[in-house]
């Protein structure tokens, strides 16, 4: 089985290996996870996009965990957190791979960018930039972030704002990135990289409680999120399972 359906969103059983051999191709990742597949039920225009994307490969052990319940596993969890650093190490060596990197807080993609480079020996990210808040309504600012990525050279773009906003901007600009082959949608991925931000131990991860961890350290920004609006994701996957959803029938 090439495709899981999870909530009318069709997820790439794929595994990490397959994945890097078919970004040889390049294409446009995104990496679903339980908060995105809330989102999607209420928001018509990311639904449409997520979509569009070349690839949707899973972002969450919770979704291993509801694909399994669904009699539709998924091979392997591939989280954008892994699979940028997975890419850029595999395709380290190839000349025609040249990272741009954009999002995080003021200065962090310019760490990740550093740290990236130094870990693999070669200027591998040749370029970074940090958004204003708020940018994405801002013609003349979005103008200024397609520029600075054609000037750059890159070939790949690795996104980390948050969703849907990421997703968003990758759809509407990308026709416009005249030298992108390669797009990712991966949230806080540009933070860790710069050590901004800390991981959850591999064990919480395994878990399924990646979620606490990051609300542990983030309670006031992501309670609400955690707690509250994802909640329903359990009572939607009970009724996928047993009812004769619309989704059952969407094609995959």
Not at 31 to 48: A, C, E, G, S, Y
Not at 229 to 235: A, H, Q, R, S, T
Request: with cysteine; net charge positive.
């Amino acid at each position: 089985m090439e495709q899981v359906n999870i909530l009318s969103i069709s997820i790439d059983n794929f595994s990490m290996s397959e994945m890097l051999e078919k970004l040889k191709f390049g294409g446009v990742v995104f990496t679903p996870n339980v908060d995105h597949l809330i989102k999607l039920q209420k928001d018509k225009d990311f639904h449409r996009i997520y979509n569009s994307a070349d690839y949707r490969v899973c972002d969450s052990q919770i979704l291993i965990l509801a694909a399994k319940f669904l009699g539709q596993p998924l091979r392997e969890k591939i989280s954008g957190s892994d699979l940028f650093p997975a890419f850029y190490w595999y395709y380290r060596h190839d000349k025609n791979v040249k990272i741009f990197l954009l999002g995080g807080p003021e200065g962090v993609a310019e760490q990740a960018r550093r740290r990236i480079n130094a870990k693999v020996g070669r200027e591998l990210v040749i370029d970074s930039y940090c958004p204003p808040f708020g940018f994405e309504k801002d013609e003349q600012e979005c103008q200024k972030i397609v520029d600075l990525i054609n000037q750059s050279g890159a070939t790949v773009l690795a996104v980390g704002l948050g969703a849907p906003k990421q997703e968003k901007w990758i759809y509407e600009h990308k026709d416009k990135l005249e030298n992108i082959k390669t797009f990712f949608a991966i949230g806080a991925a540009i933070e860790f990289e710069a050590g901004h931000r800390q991981r959850a131990p591999e064990w919480m991860s395994v878990a399924g409680l990646e979620w606490l961890f990051r609300l542990l350290l983030e309670p006031k920004r992501l309670w609400k999120r955690y707690l509250v609006e994802d909640l329903p994701f359990f009572f939607l996957i009970l009724r996928q399972k047993f009812s004769f959803h619309p989704w059952s029938k969407l094609s995959r």
